[in-house]
Structures are given as structure tokens and as C-alpha cells.
Nanobody
Framework: QLQLVESGGGLVQPGGSLRLSCAAS????????IAWFRQAPGKEREGVSC???????KYLDSVKGRFTISKDNAKNTVYLQMSSLKPEDKAVYYC????????????????????WGQGTQVTVSS
């Protein structure tokens, strides 16, 4: 089973930046699609960004141009660089994995992913 551990969350002022990390173990990310989801209090979990095993990426419309997903296969780690953060970006951010040999990743449903990390809190406030 793929094990995922997020880190990098914290408190940042509006307009600031954070980089989240999702360290994977158990399997190589060469065979997995990885996504970042977030969940704010009282709201449903939503897909923010994902990256396929081959490096194709997708983004939630509201974060396009501000967030960048990337991965380092040598470190078996996926990153989410978040810039120009807004108060509405405040949430617990989770990374999720799904074994995929195709150039697939999706943001439509958390149910598409079977492996999850514990989450990391991101707070955007002055």
C-alpha cells in the first residue's frame, strides 16, 4: 500500500507563499497518479491539483496561475507550490494516490483515490 505523508502547511499572510510536500513510500510514484485535495470547515473536499505518473497536470480553476504541482521521482515526493495565497485557500490539504499506468489524474472525486495522507493545515490570515 502506498503511504503518503504531507508537510509544509502553516500560517501565512494573504499574498504569501507556501510549499507543501507529499512524501510517498511503499511504491514508486512512477506508477501512481497523485492529487492534492483540500477541505475547509463545513465544506466538501475538493480537488486542487493532480499529476499523472507521466507528469501531466490539472488544476482547479480558482488556483490556476497561483499553484504549481511537481514531482521529484528520485525523492518519491510530490510538491504543491502555492503563491498569492488568499483567505479562501485556508483548508486542510491532503495528498492522495491512485495506481495508474496511464496518463491519468483527476480532480472530480475523492473516491477516485484509495491512498491518503493525514493532511496538513494551511491558514491564510493577516
Amino acid at each position: 500500500q502506498l503511504q503518503l505523508v504531507e508537510s509544509g502547511g502553516g500560517l501565512v499572510q494573504p499574498g504569501g507563499s507556501l510549499r507543501l510536500s507529499c512524501a510517498a513510500s511503499g511504491f514508486t510514484l512512477d506508477y501512481y497518479a497523485i492529487a492534492w485535495f483540500r477541505q475547509a470547515p463545513g465544506k466538501e473536499r475538493e480537488g486542487v491539483s493532480c499529476i499523472s505518473n507521466s507528469g501531466r497536470t490539472k488544476y482547479l480553476d480558482s488556483v490556476k496561475g497561483r499553484f504549481t504541482i511537481s514531482k521529484d521521482n528520485a525523492k518519491n515526493t510530490v510538491y504543491l507550490q502555492m503563491s498569492s495565497l488568499k483567505p479562501e485557500d485556508k483548508a486542510v490539504y491532503y495528498c492522495a494516490g491512485r495506481k495508474s499506468y496511464l496518463e491519468w489524474c483527476g480532480l472530480g472525486s475523492p473516491g477516485d483515490y484509495g491512498d491518503w495522507g493525514q493532511g496538513t493545515q494551511v491558514t491564510v490570515s493577516s
